[in-house]
Protein backbone atom coordinates (compact mmCIF):
# COMPACT_ATOMS: atom_id res chain seq x y z
CA UNK A 1 0.00 0.00 0.00
CA UNK A 2 1.21 3.01 -0.69
CA UNK A 3 2.07 6.05 1.84
CA UNK A 4 -0.62 9.27 0.97
CA UNK A 5 0.61 12.78 0.79
CA UNK A 6 3.95 12.04 2.32
CA UNK A 7 6.42 14.44 2.96
CA UNK A 8 9.87 14.85 1.28
CA UNK A 9 12.16 17.42 3.67
CA UNK A 10 14.84 18.77 1.91
CA UNK A 11 17.91 17.64 3.72
CA UNK A 12 19.79 20.79 2.90
CA UNK A 13 16.95 23.31 4.25
CA UNK A 14 14.58 22.09 6.42
CA UNK A 15 12.41 24.72 6.04
CA UNK A 16 11.35 23.48 2.50
CA UNK A 17 9.43 19.98 2.24
CA UNK A 18 7.04 19.01 -0.88
CA UNK A 19 4.17 16.73 0.11
CA UNK A 20 3.83 13.76 -2.80
CA UNK A 21 0.73 12.31 -3.93
CA UNK A 22 1.73 8.56 -2.82
CA UNK A 23 4.83 6.70 -2.18
CA UNK A 24 6.08 3.38 -2.13
CA UNK A 25 8.94 2.36 0.20
CA UNK A 26 10.08 -1.31 -0.42
CA UNK A 27 12.31 -3.53 1.48
CA UNK A 28 15.50 -2.50 1.33
CA UNK A 29 14.82 1.13 0.82
CA UNK A 30 13.49 1.04 -3.39
CA UNK A 31 11.13 4.07 -3.49
CA UNK A 32 8.69 4.97 -6.14
CA UNK A 33 6.73 8.15 -6.22
CA UNK A 34 3.15 8.53 -7.86
CA UNK A 35 2.27 12.54 -8.45
CA UNK A 36 -0.74 13.26 -10.52
CA UNK A 37 -0.69 16.20 -12.75
CA UNK A 38 -3.04 18.51 -14.70
CA UNK A 39 -2.51 21.24 -16.96
CA UNK A 40 -4.22 23.16 -14.13
CA UNK A 41 -1.02 23.62 -12.00
CA UNK A 42 0.70 25.39 -15.36
CA UNK A 43 -1.55 27.71 -16.20
CA UNK A 44 -4.87 28.44 -14.05
CA UNK A 45 -3.67 31.66 -11.99
CA UNK A 46 -4.93 30.55 -8.36
CA UNK A 47 -2.74 27.33 -8.80
CA UNK A 48 0.52 29.61 -10.60
CA UNK A 49 0.51 32.65 -7.96
CA UNK A 50 1.12 34.64 -11.23
CA UNK A 51 3.90 32.68 -12.57
CA UNK A 52 5.26 32.09 -16.05
CA UNK A 53 4.31 28.28 -17.34
CA UNK A 54 8.51 28.53 -17.38
CA UNK A 55 8.55 29.54 -13.60
CA UNK A 56 6.06 26.66 -12.82
CA UNK A 57 8.18 24.30 -14.41
CA UNK A 58 11.65 25.41 -12.44
CA UNK A 59 9.84 25.03 -9.36
CA UNK A 60 8.88 21.84 -10.02
CA UNK A 61 12.14 20.52 -11.68
CA UNK A 62 13.50 21.66 -8.09
CA UNK A 63 10.91 19.74 -6.73
CA UNK A 64 12.19 16.27 -8.05
CA UNK A 65 15.72 17.08 -7.56
CA UNK A 66 14.68 17.70 -3.59
CA UNK A 67 12.84 14.37 -3.98
CA UNK A 68 15.45 12.89 -5.36
CA UNK A 69 18.25 14.02 -2.89
CA UNK A 70 15.97 12.40 0.07
CA UNK A 71 16.01 9.04 -1.36
CA UNK A 72 13.29 8.72 -4.26
CA UNK A 73 14.64 6.36 -6.55
CA UNK A 74 11.67 6.78 -9.46
CA UNK A 75 9.11 9.54 -9.82
CA UNK A 76 6.34 8.77 -12.02
CA UNK A 77 4.17 11.06 -13.36
CA UNK A 78 0.52 10.58 -14.58
CA UNK A 79 -2.85 12.11 -15.16
CA UNK A 80 -6.52 11.62 -14.26
CA UNK A 81 -6.92 10.11 -17.69
CA UNK A 82 -4.18 7.23 -16.96
CA UNK A 83 -5.98 6.29 -14.11
CA UNK A 84 -9.34 6.30 -15.56
CA UNK A 85 -8.13 4.10 -18.32
CA UNK A 86 -6.29 2.00 -15.87
CA UNK A 87 -3.93 0.00 -17.49
CA UNK A 88 -1.60 2.93 -18.99
CA UNK A 89 -1.55 4.05 -14.90
CA UNK A 90 -0.47 0.20 -14.06
CA UNK A 91 1.75 0.06 -16.83
CA UNK A 92 3.96 2.91 -15.79
CA UNK A 93 3.99 1.55 -11.95
CA UNK A 94 4.85 -1.64 -12.78
CA UNK A 95 7.88 -0.44 -15.08
CA UNK A 96 8.99 1.71 -12.16
CA UNK A 97 8.96 -1.67 -10.28
CA UNK A 98 5.73 -1.98 -8.54
CA UNK A 99 4.41 -5.49 -8.15
CA UNK A 100 1.61 -6.09 -9.58
CA UNK A 101 0.53 -7.97 -6.46
CA UNK A 102 2.72 -6.61 -3.43
CA UNK A 103 1.18 -9.01 -0.93
CA UNK A 104 1.96 -11.93 -2.36
CA UNK A 105 4.99 -10.85 -4.52
CA UNK A 106 6.74 -9.22 -1.31
CA UNK A 107 4.80 -10.07 1.79
CA UNK A 108 2.63 -7.60 3.55
CA UNK A 109 4.61 -4.10 3.77
CA UNK A 110 6.64 -2.95 6.75
CA UNK A 111 6.84 -0.22 9.01
CA UNK A 112 7.89 2.47 7.12
CA UNK A 113 10.07 4.87 8.50
CA UNK A 114 9.56 8.70 8.04
CA UNK A 115 12.67 10.71 6.51
CA UNK A 116 13.18 13.89 7.65
CA UNK A 117 16.49 15.99 7.15
CA UNK A 118 18.26 12.57 7.02
CA UNK A 119 16.98 11.41 9.98
CA UNK A 120 14.81 8.31 10.37
CA UNK A 121 11.67 8.87 12.41
CA UNK A 122 9.61 5.94 13.74
CA UNK A 123 5.91 5.81 12.67
CA UNK A 124 4.77 7.19 15.93
CA UNK A 125 6.83 10.16 16.01
CA UNK A 126 5.31 10.95 12.23
CA UNK A 127 1.93 10.38 13.31
CA UNK A 128 2.83 13.37 16.16
CA UNK A 129 4.58 15.78 13.59
CA UNK A 130 2.09 15.38 11.30
CA UNK A 131 -0.73 16.00 14.18
CA UNK A 132 0.97 19.05 15.05
CA UNK A 133 1.89 20.13 11.81
CA UNK A 134 -1.45 20.25 10.51
CA UNK A 135 -2.70 21.83 14.01
CA UNK A 136 -0.48 24.61 13.08
CA UNK A 137 -1.84 24.90 9.57
Request: neutral net charge; contains cysteine; aromatic residues 12%.
Amino acid sequence: MPLLQYVFVNPDNPREWYRSDFVWIFPGGYTVVLEFDGMAKYVDPTMTDGRTIRAVVSSQSERERVIYACGADRIVRATFEEALQRKPLVDKLVGAGLPRNPRTETGAPPAIPFLVAGQQWDERLRQSWMRSFHAAS
